[in-house]
């Protein structure tokens, strides 16, 4: 069990620019989760898949946002023509299916500045 | 909807004391409720989970959180904190729809600071 990672743990646009981010869950977990995070609120819920299939998406989620987990491995995030307001920490979080999905376990994070 | 609120952003604690950190939840379902805890430069962590039965839910590192369903709180509690446990702590909810389901509600956290 080698945790969930997340890469790049840091990136630095400029507005407009798109962005790419990538995180690989525990091996053996189907569900796969996006959370974004802003300074001082607590992790809000963007997506989450289960296996390859995109299951939900919160509408904070909007046009210029998508996910992707082409193969039910990793997944992308990315965000198109970024806005300063898309500054935040994006968290990445795995879990099981069944009882188990309650335990979500989290990456360390990429925090996005938009400049 | 469901929505939690912590009712402190920060709470200040002598190495040694107890603490309390509250947790009060609104849902319209039934919800299974957590604990994160957030160290500097790190992921979450799961420190306990309340799913069904017993109301006293032990975690790690010595916590524990009381489910109160009359109150719709879950606060967290600890008789003697060390100075390791600074950090953020998050509530969150998952709202129960009778199968599995995983997305968290969290709290905006409560920064514990523990001072020797």
């Known amino acids: 069990d080698t945790g969930v990672s997340q890469d790049p743990r840091h990136k630095i646009t400029k507005r407009g620019q798109n962005v790419t981010f990538r995180c690989d869950p525990i091996?053996?977990?189907?569900?796969l989760y996006w959370y974004r995070q802003t300074l001082g609120q607590g992790p809000e819920f963007l997506t989450y898949f289960q296996n390859e299939a995109q299951l939900e998406k919160s509408r904070l989620l909007s046009d210029r946002f998508s996910a992707e987990r082409p193969k039910g491995s990793f997944s992308t995030l990315e965000i198109q023509r970024t806005e300063q307001g898309d500054s935040a920490m994006y968290l990445c979080a795995s879990s099981r299916t069944g009882q188990l999905s309650y335990e979500q376990y989290f990456g360390p994070g990429t925090r996005l500045t938009v400049t | 909807a469901q929505s939690v609120t912590q009712l402190d952003s920060q709470v200040p604690v002598f190495e040694e004391a107890p603490v309390e950190l509250r947790c009060n939840y609104s849902s319209s379902v039934s919800v299974y409720l957590f604990w994160y805890v957030q160290y500097p430069n790190q992921g979450l962590q799961l420190l306990l989970k309340?799913?069904?039965?017993?109301?006293l839910v032990k975690g790690i590192n010595g916590f524990e959180a009381e489910f109160n369903k009359s109150q719709t709180s879950f606060h967290l509690r600890k008789p003697s904190v060390h100075i390791s446990d600074t950090a953020e702590y998050f509530c969150a909810v998952s709202p129960n729809y009778g199968g599995s389901q995983g997305n968290l509600i969290f709290g905006k956290g409560t920064k514990l600071s523990v001072k020797p």
């Open positions: 091996s053996e977990h189907n569900r």
């Open positions: 309340y799913l069904s039965g017993s109301t």
